[in-house]
């Protein structure tokens, strides 16, 4: 089958005159390679860029030689043109039975027979390659693999993006370098603005970078969406109780030149505020005392946005061309720098939904209670390794397992993603103690070349009452007691995941009496840069003990509303209740 539709009429499209990148292995897009591998289990998976002459591969895993080493191959043997012309994802299961690929050079010399590819964007929305997952065999691709294919394709096309971003920025810096007071003003914005991760931090930046440059006394950047019907100012917390006034509830058809500037996309300027009123007569009442003269530039801010930036002054002004022509060129440099703060916020908001996709449902254990909880870190540009898990062995026993990948990125969720399905598997293929699961975790992991570090807590719960646990350099379980009472359990510490293949790992067995709840956690809950493990264990410890009388679901909720504020690292919570006696 085939996402295009092949009877319908297309727009012609030309390939691109050249690709962004050059043929040779990129670490970013050879991750996203492996990714697409990972995940639907394929034996060739490309990132592919088309131009009017070839296909470069910036990102490949097991693509044949001499292919794998030239990273090119001519048109003819390219499936990813057709994404590009038709702008659609492509879905074959059969090349040797699919029209319009079946005369195509890539099925005898490449091995492509099952293929799927989903459109790659630039930075002005064209589509200048795919994402692409291939089988050497007939394959009937599933929902389930072109959805996740597509999530990864447009974290694929943000990096793009913001490589295009950067490219275009530093071009442009080094135009204006060898200009004036006005020139070094604008490398300082590029500068901070390309430090800045998200909107809010961008709106703040501006303020001050106006200030400095324009000597503006406010700056104001304010978005829009085909959705909204409000203009929304970024950083108005850092505008006066005047300016917050003036600008809140501006609706994206006001009288007021914002608005204006923001739906016809024309410059507007005024040297006093009369000049102001009589172009705005709605604005009456509304200026602060410090806006007179002022200058609003539309923001180039790609398809389904818009945006505006607003200067004024305290006193009247004429705005000369080289204040303007400085002015315009601020405004470029800050719609790149929004640009990249709004594909690094989908960026992590894509990576946060496939982390979140990969913890499985709790199931419901006879004579045990389960509640989990993932919070994600509140630092920007961090996406996690931790995951919890918890199944049901054929044998009638509950394994529980938490865990802690290192890194803090798209590569960290996706080692994530590897080692909980791989323990997942193991923990359910045999009745053995927790520390042997570990051991073959651990040679499963290093013969599939799953390179990465990691902190696990394996734990059974047996069927009389006991738990049995190894621990690889996690921090420790907590029981809390029927009577109230609070438990660390502390064991000699073991090597992590990834390490030492040769390394013993131990079991430990303690009991799990009814109504006593054992609380398995990553360390966000307990250690940050500011505080240290020991201080936040004991914090924990004194938070269970607090709240040891609420039902599960409220324990898990209190603990994080006590302990997770402002952390800068993920969060996993997984808890245990056995049922009272009786």
């Known amino acids: 089958m085939t996402a295009v539709d092949r009877t319908a009429p297309h727009a012609v499209v030309r390939l691109p005159r050249r690709t962004p990148l050059p043929p040779i292995p990129d670490e970013a897009f050879e991750r996203f390679a492996r990714l697409v591998r990972h995940q639907l289990g394929v034996p060739v998976s490309l990132v592919s860029l088309v131009d009017e002459d070839r296909q470069v591969f910036p990102g490949a895993v097991g693509?044949?030689?001499?292919?794998?080493?030239?990273?090119?191959?001519?048109?003819?043997?390219?499936?990813?043109?057709?994404?590009?012309?038709?702008?659609?994802?492509?879905?074959?299961?059969d090349a040797r039975l699919d029209p319009l690929v079946v005369h195509n050079l890539a099925i005898p010399d490449l091995g492509v027979i099952g293929y799927a590819g989903i459109p790659l964007t630039d930075?002005?929305?064209?589509?200048?390659?795919?994402?692409?997952?291939?089988?050497?065999?007939?394959?009937?691709?599933?929902?389930?693999?072109?959805?996740?294919?597509?999530?990864?394709?447009?974290?694929?096309?943000?990096?793009?993006?913001?490589?295009?971003?950067?490219?275009?920025?530093?071009?442009?810096?080094?135009?204006?370098?060898?200009?004036?007071?006005?020139a070094r003003m604008l490398l300082r914005t590029s500068s901070l603005l390309n430090q800045a991760t998200t909107t809010t931090e961008i709106g703040a930046a501006v303020g001050r970078l106006a200030g400095q440059g324009f000597g503006a006394d406010t700056?104001?950047?304010?978005?829009?969406?085909?959705?909204?019907?409000?203009?929304?100012?970024?950083?108005?917390e850092e505008l006066t109780a005047a300016s917050r006034a003036a600008w809140r509830g501006v609706s994206v058809d006001a009288d007021h030149p914002a608005a204006r500037t923001l739906a016809d996309r024309v410059e507007r300027q005024h040297r006093d505020a009369g000049e102001l009123l009589a172009a705005f007569p709605g604005l009456a009442g509304r200026l602060p005392a410090?806006?007179?003269?002022?200058?609003?530039?539309p923001l180039d801010l790609?398809?389904?946005v818009t945006g505006v930036l607003s200067l004024s002054w305290p006193v009247t002004r004429e705005l000369d061309t080289d204040v303007r022509t400085t002015a315009r060129a601020f405004a470029g440099f800050v719609s790149q720098g929004l640009q990249r703060a709004m594909l690094l916020e989908d960026r992590r908001s894509t990576a946060e939904t496939l982390q979140l996709a990969m913890l499985t449902d709790l199931p419901a254990p006879t004579h045990l209670q389960l509640a989990a909880r993932y919070v994600p870190s509140s630092a920007e540009q961090q996406v996690g390794g931790d995951w919890y898990d918890a199944l049901i062995t054929p044998d009638g026993t509950t394994v529980l397992a938490i865990g802690d990948v290192t890194g803090h990125d798209m590569s960290a969720a996706a080692a994530m993603g590897q080692l909980r399905t791989l323990l997942r598997g193991l923990a359910h293929d045999r009745e053995e103690p927790p520390a042997s699961t570990l051991t073959r975790l651990d040679t499963t992991a290093a013969g599939l070349?799953?390179?990465?570090?990691?902190?696990?807590?394996?734990?059974?719960?047996?069927?009389?009452?006991?738990?049995?646990?190894?621990?690889?350099?996690?921090?420790?379980?907590?029981?809390?007691?029927a009577d109230g009472r609070v438990e660390l359990l502390e064991t000699r510490?073991?090597?992590?995941?990834?390490?030492?293949?040769?390394?013993?790992?131990?079991?430990?067995?303690?009991?799990?009496?009814?109504?006593?709840?054992?609380?398995?956690?990553?360390?966000?809950?307990?250690?940050?840069?500011?505080?240290?493990?020991?201080?936040?264990?004991?914090?924990?410890?004194?938070?269970?003990?607090?709240?040891?009388?609420q039902p599960l679901d409220e324990l898990l909720d209190g603990l994080l509303r006590d302990l997770a504020h402002g952390r800068d690292d993920d969060i996993a919570l997984l808890a245990v209740r056995a049922a009272p006696a009786g």
């Open 63 to 93: 693509l044949p030689e001499p292919w794998a080493t030239t990273r090119t191959t001519p048109l003819t043997h390219s499936f990813c043109q057709h994404v590009v012309t038709s702008r659609e994802p492509l879905v074959i299961a």
């Open 290 to 297: 410090t806006w007179q003269a002022d200058l609003h530039l």
């Open 123 to 182: 930075v002005d929305g064209d589509v200048i390659g795919s994402l692409c997952a291939i089988d050497h065999q007939p394959h009937a691709w599933t929902a389930l693999e072109i959805a996740v294919l597509t999530d990864l394709a447009a974290a694929c096309s943000s990096e793009l993006q913001l490589r295009q971003l950067q490219a275009r920025t530093e071009q442009t810096a080094t135009v204006l370098a060898e200009r004036g007071r006005q």
């Open 449 to 481: 070349g799953v390179g990465t570090l990691a902190t696990v807590v394996v734990a059974r719960v047996e069927a009389d009452g006991r738990l049995r646990w190894s621990n690889a350099g996690h921090p420790p379980p907590v029981l809390l007691h």
């Open 219 to 236: 700056a104001v950047v304010c978005l829009a969406t085909e959705h909204t019907r409000e203009l929304r100012p970024l950083a108005v």
């Open 302 to 304: 790609g398809p389904g």
């Open 493 to 549: 510490p073991e090597m992590l995941l990834g390490l030492d293949l040769a390394v013993p790992r131990t079991d430990h067995v303690v009991d799990l009496p009814p109504d006593s709840t054992l609380l398995l956690y990553t360390d966000g809950l307990v250690e940050s840069r500011t505080q240290d493990l020991d201080v936040g264990t004991a914090s924990l410890l004194a938070a269970v003990h607090t709240r040891r009388h």
